[in-house]
């Protein structure tokens, strides 16, 4: 690890099962190098109406000086203010599937009746990767102020590989070890 030699980290391997909002995926297939994704396919099955509501304790309002790079955000101290964003969100959410289910009904496509619905909208995917990959991933998708290289990840992906974090530094607790000694840099 301390002299960046990956390749003995990619001779195992992790399998998750990961239920996530569109929105969280599309942070996640980012990170295709030693990822594998087996997603539901909306095309194959009716989407189960499941969608995203934010957490009260998440971190939601910009702080003064926000930049885009190096995001920061407070909790929502007004729950007048936090109310209404979840409104607005199970309005949408009621009326774009409302929407879908019309379309099915209708005999489109599933894979064009589906197009309506928001990226709340959670998906089921079988997430498989080796070590190296996954180190990876953990160093861009978890706030770490002591990391070698600080990442401000969105927080529900964040929750996410904090998940498989776990898994990895039960499973691996001397790879994990000297990653998290080596700063959070994958080898």
Known sequence: MKHRHGTPFEHSCLTFFVHAPIFVWREWHRHRIGFSYNEESGRYKTLDPVFYL?????????????????????????????NSLCS????????????YEANLSM??????????????????????????????????????????????????????ARACERIFADGWPLTYKE?????????
């Not at 998440?58 to 995001?71: F, Q």
């Not at 607005?88 to 929407?99: D, F, G, R, T, V």
């Not at 990653?179 to 080898?187: H, Q």
């Open 107 to 160: 005999g489109f496509d599933p894979g064009l009746a589906r197009d309506c619905l928001p990226v709340g909208i959670y998906s089921g995917c079988w997430v498989t990767c080796n070590p190296r990959s996954l180190m990876a991933f953990l160093s861009l998708r978890t706030h770490e102020p002591e990391a070698t290289a600080v990442s401000y990840p969105l927080w529900e992906i964040e929750l996410g």
């Open 54 to 82: 934010p957490d009260r304790n998440r971190p939601m309002m910009k702080v003064e000086g926000w930049k885009p790079g190096r995001p920061k955000f407070t909790r929502c101290n007004d729950i007048a203010l936090y």
């Open 88 to 99: 607005n969100l199970i309005s949408s959410y009621e009326h774009s599937y409302a929407a």
């Open 179 to 187: 990653f998290c000694k080596s700063g959070r840099v994958a080898p």
